[in-house]
């Protein structure tokens, strides 16, 4: 087993706190690299270059850090993924409306599978579009995302298509196991860690919430 050390600069960022982790397992590549960083914000989704990002203070404040909580985490990311609009903002007029097809929530109870046309990742991709297309339109129009609240609930309606199809109380967190830490990014050490707390004891003293057994 690889030691502490050996695994780089984040994962002695990573918090203690298991609830934590399964947060920072949420982000992305890219919001994972901008959490290790510093505590950037942003006006609009469409904003995306680094050097148009805000920090939170003059010196860094990575959101992700030893001592960072689910909640801490949870809180940048959903201000990320939808930045709030001040009261006073003048971009305020219905242009375009954009609806997504609802069979992203379509599960088949029987088998615990997906039964939509449209997924998750396909949304994503039509939003990457739109924030291409409309970069550097900012002063002109506000674009207002809602792709993180339908993740979310097609996340939830998947854990209960799962536990209806199973029979379980709780779903299984992940299936694909083997016998060699992660090689990937930070959220796929997050994943092992989460799927597989015992291996990472040595290396990681885990602090787990009252409600959560390791």
Not at 36 to 41: A, G, K, P, S, V
Not at 47 to 64: C, N
């Amino acid at each position: 087993m690889k030691q502490k050390a050996n695994l780089g600069r984040e994962i002695s960022q990573l918090p203690l706190s298991v609830n934590a982790l399964y947060a920072i397992h949420d982000m992305n590549d890219d919001e994972v690299s901008l959490c290790l960083e510093d505590h950037y914000t942003r006006s609009s989704i469409t904003v995306t270059e680094k050097s148009q990002f805000a920090k939170k203070s003059k010196t860094p404040q990575p959101v992700i850090n030893p001592n960072a909580t689910a909640a801490s985490i949870t809180s940048w990311l959903n201000k990320w993924r939808k930045p709030s609009v001040p009261s006073t903002d003048k971009r305020r007029l219905e242009f375009i409306t954009i609806k997504a097809d609802a069979t992203i929530f379509d599960f088949d109870k029987s088998e615990g599978s997906f039964a939509g046309r449209t997924t998750v990742d396909q949304l994503k991709a039509i939003q990457e579009k739109i924030v291409t297309l409309l970069k550097g339109e900012d002063a002109h129009v506000l674009v207002v995302s809602k792709l993180s609240d339908i993740a979310k609930g097609h996340e939830k309606r998947k854990q209960a298509a799962m536990d209806a199809a199973q029979g379980l109380v709780y779903g299984v967190v992940g299936t694909a196991q083997t016998e060699r830490l992660p090689r990937g990014g930070l959220s796929e050490i997050c994943s092992d860690i989460l799927i597989r707390p015992q291996r990472w004891r040595s290396i990681l003293p885990l602090a787990a919430p009252a409600e959560v057994r390791l």
